[in-house]
């Protein structure tokens, strides 16, 4: 297959410039100007429009059995999806039951994942811990191309880890030159505060942010940023809502520990007062965790990524539709937790981001493309348009409006957090793997096209790290 994308400015992470890009059997062959089209490929007339890396949502849950139900987006239909905002691969999660063999789990979501119509690859969550825990994770580095770890630091009694099993992952991470990644909330004090919210006999919608305070994820954030440094291992906070949580990150980035921290596109636009709306499908179809916060948390996210305090955007797609969201309509500790994104990040982030002035068009690409290519170590075979990368490509029309509805999208759910929003800037073309998978509005994908992407520890700076404990060693160093 060989596609000629003519005539339009490809922005990349660094710099904007002119020119065509050839793509032939699934890689960019040429960038450069005045291409001619080999015989038999399809051209794309890019036609003045921006051509950049497709996106990559670091941050997905496809069809994800949770509290007592499966998310309603699966690998086909979500990935499909992304592929019609212009977003070409994602970063989902194996996620074992306690005491679940990790490697099962991990084969079971391998499976699942086999029809997905764009590229895909699983940060993997310890739940639990014991030898084998530590061996299989020496497994999914050395044989699997697993370069992360998750820990979720909410969600007692069910997927919850605590200190212990974060001190024994973490050192084991930094061990197998692996990241680790953290879902911020302390889950004892979510616990307590559910039980006295719920006592309190406030039992709606409206309960599930007052049992999640910023404090909640902000105490959870810092702690996890602190043992990662004290054991030395770079570490990743995933879905950042608050201005406590990034406080803690900010704070150790400028003491030169490496953290990163993500924000959703859902945490940068949408505030707490949809948990106050009286219809209760609305109110539920907004929980997730951490939930939506106050407006001036939003403020402080949008500063975080303008500062590069924050380096990547995603969805955390786990789509449940109202009925799945009813189970919790006389408990709200019980609606499954979890809301859609991946087939509006990119756009919501165009409108809000560079039309308004807050980022530069390079600066788009880098955080929804290039740094989560870069921090797990799939750079630059993703999120760059470059000679020998893969062809994951979004044509993005600055000039084309649209309105965002559940009426219209794409993703297996009947809600949509950004409903009614019109944005300005949008995909125009998504090509995924050196295919032509969405133009103007039409999805023309194959169930199964997508491959597991293999991701290699950062084992430079792993050896870095011995160096330099050796040169810290009192006898290493020359009197
Ligand atoms: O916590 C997560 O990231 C998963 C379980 C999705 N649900 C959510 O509310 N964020
Ligand atoms: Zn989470
Ligand atoms: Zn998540």
Redesign the pocket.
Known sequence: MTVLIKGGTVVNADRSFAADVLCVDGRIETVAQKLDAPKGAKVVDAGGRFVMPGGIDP?T?MQ?P?MGTV?SDDFYSGTAAGLAGGTTMIID?V?PNPQQNIMEAYRQWREWAQKSVADYTFHVAITWWDETVAKDMETLVRDHGVNSFKH?M??KGA?MADDEILVNSFSKALELGAIVTV?AENGELVYRLQQKIFDMGIRGPEGHPLSRPPEVEGEAANRAIRIAEVLGVPIYV??VSSRQSLESITRARNEGQRVFGEVLAGHLLIDDSVYRNKDFESAAAH????PFRPAEHQDALWRGLQSGNLQTTAT?H?CFCAEQKAAGKEDFRLI????AGIENRMEVLWHHGVNTGRMTMNEFVQVTSTNAAQIFNLFPRKGSISAGADADIVVWDPDRSKTISAKTHFQNIDFNIFEGMTVKGCASHTISRGKVVYADGKLDVERGAGRYVDRPPFASYYSALKRQAQLKKPSAVKR
């Open positions: 941050h849950h994800l949770f998310a999660f996620i979720f909410a969600y997927i879902h995933v879905h929980v997730m965790s951490p955390d786990c499954p937790n979890g809301t």
